[in-house]
């Protein structure tokens, strides 16, 4: 048996998902693209062989993060379902989203609720409880702490600016192996104080190559490389898989065609 751990960042255009893969034993879906692209995600999930999502963790309820759910969610069976209990009121969409939601058991999460798939941690290191419902919905993203044995992963959903100020706020952001960079690498997202907390060796940025947030930054890029963190893409990368292993963990990249 393959007792490896496969982390996939999915190149979904301008939006996110991350597949988190232990063989036979775990499957958690953090996010799911936008609607345009969610087949994509079904797609990847399928050809891995997965019958069945142990868990679909929301960050945050915009459509490039939970819309790509409409393709999936029909044809994939979901056990339990996480988000962060927000309400986005301006897109008819975010109904349909709370119907898909609520078909399977369901728990809002919050900073200091542990989760455990396999061998798999996840820890949710934001936000607090009862967040503000009329902050920012970026602002009250989900973070995540993704471990496998020695292997760590931050997985900063969407949080920039006042949201990643709150998240430092709170206390030292874990050290981690890799980021998957916030809010698809905008001018306001990343900071010197994150960086300088987390110590990455590699950050994911999931992005389109055309987008109206001018993502990812150029003083983001610098400031990533400035601390001596590889960069992956997804818009130029294409499909990005963490293999951690008893060894480590490798890095390998995927063009797929049929990405919009």
């Excluded at 679909?56 to 056990?79: E, Q």
């Excluded at 607090?128 to 920012?136: R, T």
Aim: proline share 6%; glycine share 10%; charged share 20%.
């Amino acid at each position: 048996m393959d007792n490896n751990l496969y982390i996939h960042v999915l190149d979904v255009g301008q939006g996110d998902a991350m597949l988190v893969h232990q063989p036979g034993t775990c499957a958690v879906l953090i996010d799911a693209g936008p609607p345009i692209n969610g087949h994509l995600v079904t797609g990847k999930i399928r050809e891995l062989g997965i019958e069945a999502l142990d868990m679909v963790i929301v960050t945050h309820p915009h459509l490039d993060h939970f819309a790509g759910l409409f393709d999936l969610m029909p044809r994939i069976p979901v056990k339990h379902f996480y988000d962060n209990g927000l309400a986005n009121a301006k897109w008819e969409y975010f109904d349909d989203y709370v119907t898909l939601r609520n078909r399977q058991p369901y728990t809002t999460l919050s900073r200091g609720m542990n989760l455990t798939c396999g061998g798999v941690k996840l820890d949710a290191l934001y936000p607090q409880a009862n967040p503000d419902p009329e902050a920012g919905l970026n602002d009250t993203s989900l973070a995540l702490l993704v471990s496998f044995g020695d292997f760590t992963l931050l997985h900063m959903g969407d949080l920039a600016g006042a949201g990643e100020k709150q998240f430092l706020e709170l206390g030292p952001a874990p050290e981690a192996d890799v980021i998957k960079v916030g809010h698809h690498g905008a001018i306001d997202s990343t900071s010197e104080e994150l960086l300088q907390d987390v110590s990455p060796k590699q950050a994911m940025i999931s992005t389109a190559t055309q987008n109206r947030i001018g993502s990812p930054a150029e003083a983001v890029l610098e400031r990533l490389l400035r601390h001596g963190i590889v960069i992956y893409r997804t818009d130029a990368a294409g499909d990005i898989t963490i293999e951690v292993n008893p060894d480590g963990y490798v890095i390998n990249t995927e063009k797929r065609s049929g990405n919009e």
